[in-house]
């Protein structure tokens, strides 16, 4: 059973920058596609980024140019970079693969001030 851990949240001002971590329990090598959703409080779960076997990537329209996601295959970790933040980027945001099943991480809470 795989297990995701997230790091890397915490409170930012407006225009600011996190680095999210997410640390997979197995050999990220054969998973095709590794996701960073994101959950605002009243609001549903939406796919932020995503990253495939062959390392193209995929955002939301809302985070196109600000975020960046990337993998690290050797060390099992998935990245999300996250530049020039908004308080409407303001989420619990989980780390999230597709094996024999969708797996999820506990979340990590970003919040964003204005």
């Known amino acids: 059973q795989v297990q995701l851990v997230e790091s890397g949240g915490g409170l930012v001002q407006a225009g600011g920058s996190l680095r999210l971590s997410c640390a997979v329990s197995?050999?990220?090598?054969?998973?095709?596609?590794m996701d960073w959703f994101r959950q605002a409080p009243g609001k549903q779960r939406e796919l932020v980024a995503r990253i495939n076997r062959d390392y193209s990537t995929n955002y939301a329209d809302s985070v196109l140019g600000r975020f960046t996601i990337s993998r690290d295959t050797a060390k099992n970790i998935v990245y999300l970079q996250m530049d020039s933040l908004q308080p409407e980027d303001t989420a619990v945001y989980y780390c999230?693969?597709?094996?024999?099943?969708?797996?999820w991480g506990q979340g990590t809470q970003v919040t964003v001030s204005s």
């Open positions: 999230s693969v597709v094996t024999s099943y969708r797996a």
């Open positions: 197995r050999s990220t090598f054969s998973i095709n596609a």
